[in-house]
């Protein structure tokens, strides 16, 4: 009961007008704050994603390292096997 007397005086004075305004203000807020963590989320994936390709290329060059030095051992046996 007291309550809505309370409300009432709130809103004839005024002041419930207002505080409506910084609720719906701190609820924008909110809002914002949430799409900026979202948008830094999306941003870490992204990041992820390109440190696994970057992870993919070192494991590629690795590879073709290796390959041209078992190519060279091959050549350099070979050779010396025909002289």
Do not use: S
Not at 30 to 35: N, Q, S
């Amino acid at each position: 009961m007291f309550q809505n007397k309370y409300e009432h005086y709130l809103e004839t004075k005024g002041y419930r007008e207002h505080c409506r305004t910084n609720v719906d203000m701190d609820g924008v807020h909110e809002v914002e704050a949430i799409e900026q963590v979202r948008e830094g989320l999306h941003d870490l994936k992204e990041m992820r994603k390109m440190k696994l390709q970057i992870e993919d290329l070192k494991n590629e060059e690795r590879k073709t390292k290796c390959a041209c030095a078992v190519l060279i051992v091959l050549l350099l046996v070979v050779g010396f096997a025909l002289k």
